[in-house]
Structure formats: C-alpha cells, structure tokens
C-alpha cells in the first residue's frame, strides 16, 4: 500500500540530511564545514480514519492536514 493521502494526493518527497562539523563564525569559530550528504525521504503524517462517503462508512488513509483543513467528514 502506497503512502499517499486518498484526499489530497500527498506523498513521499525526498530531500538530504547535511552533517555539518563546527562553530559557527557568529559564535567565535572557523565556520561549519559540511562532512555528508544523505539523501532521505520525507512521509506525510497518515492516519486510517473511518469515514462517511455516499451515505456509507469507509476506511481512508488520510493525512494530518486534511483532518485539520476539514475536507473530510468522521464517521
């Protein structure tokens, strides 16, 4: 099963985890030095809701945004 939000789309993004080493020079040092680069994904906070849709109760992965925006009703 997919991690996508049922309402919205969301999914998956990617992005990169930077280990740097160091003081910053606004705090004295030499300046932080970067010693890694990892790539790692970003998932969307789903949760499994019950759900009414056409008159009946369903369950739906739907993320933490759509539940707060309102885009769903509770079952």
Do not use: D, F, W
């Not at 939000?5 to 740097?20: A, D």
């Not at 969307?44 to 849709?53: D, I, K």
């Not at 109760?57 to 539940?67: A, F, G, N």
């Amino acid at each position: 099963m997919a991690r996508i939000c049922e309402i919205c789309g969301k999914g998956p993004r990617t992005g990169n985890t930077i280990v740097r080493r160091g003081l910053a020079k606004k705090k004295g040092g030499i300046g932080l030095h970067t010693t890694g680069i990892t790539k790692r994904r970003y998932l969307p906070n789903l949760q499994n809701v019950r759900v009414l849709e056409n008159g009946g109760v369903r369950k739906r992965r739907v993320c933490t945004s759509c539940l707060k925006a309102g885009k769903i009703t509770k079952a």
